[in-house]
């Protein structure tokens, strides 16, 4: 048999399997013109195998995907590597569908003879993704407007409090100046949610290192130190990355309120994230029960705000924030609910 004689058998071997796939076949010759295209694709087309060989099948390329598909085909020939690429299709019914196109180099004894394709209607996955897409940026509106109502309502409740606590009796006034002191600090927590860049999926660690910054200059700067350590990472939802805030602020605020104004007070924070595992925060605070002067009638209200912010977000929480005793804080499982 001679070589030409084998090539024909090739093509009508290649051409009766290519016609009964249940998947859109194409192959090219080595300049990138259509040789062949199946009887699968025909039907999507609607247009006869004459109609679709060498660029003729580009008539029903999207005008806007025209030039990205001549360019990354191009540089595929030209390095002789497969290659994939979306595209729409003009189907028979005039209605441009999305296609990913997968396709890779044919090499006999070392000659290139051009490229085998294969094409999957894609245009629902598009759609979702298009969907999922819009309502993230509908989430980020509204996680956005949400967030300037509650900073101006906090502005308006810390002048309030401001006003009352100059008015109150001085046995009261400590407790105006730790209530106001916390509304800052709630406020403080929503601003660095809404400058994450990405509001509805928050970055753990960049947070609370912005959070702990913000809270060590908000009251007593220079005499507050919060740390973030630890080697997980990971991505949490709003209403978690809300109550890990605010927890870590009251913390913030009991340290100060139980330590006199010459002494610094350390906060360290450890991230532990591990793969498929509910991640934990774990808390240690240097704080020492000797109150500053003038401050002695302030409640001490942070473990049962720490344990309500906990409990809202489905965070279990045990231990003090002491040496002795680290607070531990362990996030919902990622498949819902809080881990064992």
Known sequence: ????????????????????????????????????????????????????????????????????????????FEAREPFTVEFRLRRHDGEYRWLLDTARPLVEDGRFLGYLGSCFDITDRKYAEEHIEHALAEKEALLAEVYHRVRNNLQVMVSLIGLYGRAAPEACRGSFEALGQRVRAIALVQQHLHEAPHIASIDLRDYLRRLASGLGQLRRAG??????????????????????????????????????????????????????????????????DVAEPGRQNVPKLGPRLIAAYASQAEIAASGEATEASPLRLQLPHPSGGIGA
């Open 1 to 76: 048999m001679t070589n030409h004689a084998g090539a024909a058998v090739l093509s009508a071997s290649f051409r009766q399997f290519a016609d009964v796939v249940p998947l859109m076949l194409w192959r090219s010759d080595q300049t990138g013109r259509a040789v062949h295209h199946n009887e699968c694709w025909l039907d999507f087309t609607g247009r006869s195998l004459e109609e679709e060989l060498a660029l003729g099948w580009r008539a029903g390329l999207h005008p806007e995907d025209f030039e990205r598909h001549a360019r990354i085909v191009a540089a595929a």
């Open 223 to 288: 005499r507050i130190g919060v740390r973030v350590e630890g080697s997980g990472n990971g991505l949490v939802e709003p209403r978690t990355a809300n109550a890990l805030g605010m927890i870590v602020a009251e913390i913030v605020a009991e340290c100060l309120d139980a330590t006199a104004e010459t002494v610094a007070c350390a906060i360290a924070l450890t991230i532990d994230a591990e793969p498929a595992m509910p991640m934990t925060v774990t808390v240690v605070s240097n704080v020492r």
